[in-house]
């Protein structure tokens, strides 16, 4: 079955730690990766897409993620983060423009 | 304000009831997508238009849910005989409906059902 894994469900850090989220999906075709984030009270918004070309894409707010085809995986990035970024964060697949299917999502907490 | 709108935002309603939630999406955007999304999950995939037509409906869209984009603008998510098993945040996106695209979300309703 097609699907979207996100490995840490609730990940705990303190200011200025580093951030990785694992993303893993098991489409084979030809895939559009994002990330999405909702921060309390708010609707998703986009973080960060991949289409084609350079698979490390840089989003906003310093996020990052890498794109590696061969372990159909799409982890996210940030060097150092802030009491800011605690929110829910969605890593999402996209068939090529058809419906979009979602992970579980991952709730971080970012201590101050 | 642009983005995708959803109404109501909140909605309580009793167990049998029939409920209705509205998504008026981006306006350029022809495709519009239908999702709900509970405690814990990930917003889980339930119909997609492009323009008026319905292309997909999700094994999770049970006939007492019906979805309908009558002109290819606003859309509507009609929900008869409410059950508890509802409860949850509907959630309207829009996308340009090309291959390289993404969605936008709308705020979502939130339905609970008593």
């Known amino acids: 079955a097609q699907s979207v894994s996100q490995h840490n469900h609730h990940v705990i850090l303190s200011e200025a730690a580093s951030l990785e989220l694992g993303c893993n999906y098991s489409?084979?075709?030809?895939?559009?990766l994002f990330w999405y984030v909702q921060y309390p009270g708010q609707h998703l918004q986009l973080l960060l897409k991949?289409?084609?070309?350079?698979?490390l894409v840089k989003g906003i707010k310093g996020f990052e993620a890498e794109f590696i085809k061969s372990k159909f995986s799409f982890n996210l990035r940030k060097p150092s983060v802030q009491w800011s970024d605690t929110a829910e964060y969605f890593c999402?697949?996209?068939?090529?423009?058809?419906?979009?299917?979602f992970g579980t999502g991952t709730s971080l907490t970012v201590i101050p | 304000d642009t983005g995708v709108s959803q109404d109501p935002r909140h909605k309580i309603t009793k167990r049998g009831q029939n409920v209705t939630f509205r998504c008026d999406p981006i306006?350029?955007?022809?495709?519009l997508y239908w999702y709900r999304q509970t405690l814990g999950q990930g917003p889980e995939f339930l119909t997609y238009?492009?323009?008026?037509?319905?292309?997909?409906k999700s094994r999770l869209l049970s006939d007492r849910f019906s979805a309908e984009r009558p002109k290819g603008s606003f859309s509507t998510l009609e929900i008869q005989r409410t059950e508890q098993g509802d409860s949850a945040m509907y959630l309207c996106a829009s996308s340009l409906g090309v291959s390289n695209t993404e969605a936008f979300f709308g705020q979502g309703t939130r339905l609970t059902v008593v």
């Open positions: 306006s350029e955007h022809n495709r």
């Open positions: 238009f492009q323009n008026e037509a319905q292309l997909e």
């Open positions: 489409y084979g075709g030809t895939v559009n």
């Open positions: 999402a697949v996209s068939l090529t423009g058809n419906q979009f299917y």
């Open positions: 991949y289409f084609s070309g350079d698979p």
